[in-house]
């Protein structure tokens, strides 16, 4: 059997320093693989989310990506949109307009932009947003042990295609000292019907940044643990500061990742001209080269 050999990346996202950020996996010229394929892919590289960039079906888009975690896949993700627009544009590819994508995926059209500093950055899709119901507040002071909950800022429920429950607490020393009750967390979220809690608490300072972000995962989709950096949770919060009339300006930075280790930063601007949330980072390639697709082509 012939080799079957495709462009692949592993690319950082969301710093500027490998191995700081939250790692993600890129497969170009992916048409000829079947979702089952993908997915089988996607479980090999192990990483939470593994990107396919196949032909766009829509003309108004750039490219087509489709976003696989180790068990299924996903409409929308914001480190993974980060992440191939950085890997596609790295491999040469020119947008159709100049400092424009137009990403398609499982939620639509994703519009990126490169910002000033030469960065790039999506706008925020729209976000389907509840109250966390009174009766779960209890089980949620269980889940984050360690951390003081700010109640003036209702806990909701923040859906933009990865469905989140978003929690501010007092301070980031707060955000930074919970020590999770993985089966309070797990029943909190089924509540709000999310995969995780985002947990936001402001640096007294606004530095290194304006809020310390943790995204605890609930063990009902995607495994317990911590994500380094999110980009659908930032999104999600945006959004919330957004409708809660809290947001703290038109431009915020996040810190993600420091209790794994990690220095992920996230700028979030509004652009209340345009009506648009747009979530920005750095990326940095770390893999290059070609992935050897024999065994996952044949049929």
Known sequence: MTAHTVPFKQVDVFTAVPFKGNPLAVVFDADGLDTAQMQAIAHWTNLSETTFLVTPTDPAADYHVRIFTTQFELPFAGHPTLGTAHALLESGYQPKQPGKLIQQCGVGLVE??????????????????????????????????????????????VNNGVPWLVVRVNSAQDCLAIEADTVALTRVAQAAKAIGIAVYGPHETGEPATFEVRC????????????PVTGSANAALASLLLKQQKRPGIRYTVRQGTALGRAGDVVVRYDDAVDKIWIGGSAVTIVDGTINLQHATAR
């Open 112 to 157: 990126l932009v490169e910002q000033t500093d030469g960065n790039w950055a999506f706008a925020a899709p729209p976000a389907r947003i509840e109250a966390l119901p009174q009766s779960e507040h209890d089980v949620l002071r269980a889940a984050l042990h360690g951390a003081t909950i700010d109640f003036s800022a209702p806990p909701c429920a």
């Open 216 to 227: 605890l995962m609930s063990g009902t989709s995607f495994g317990v643990g911590e994500d």
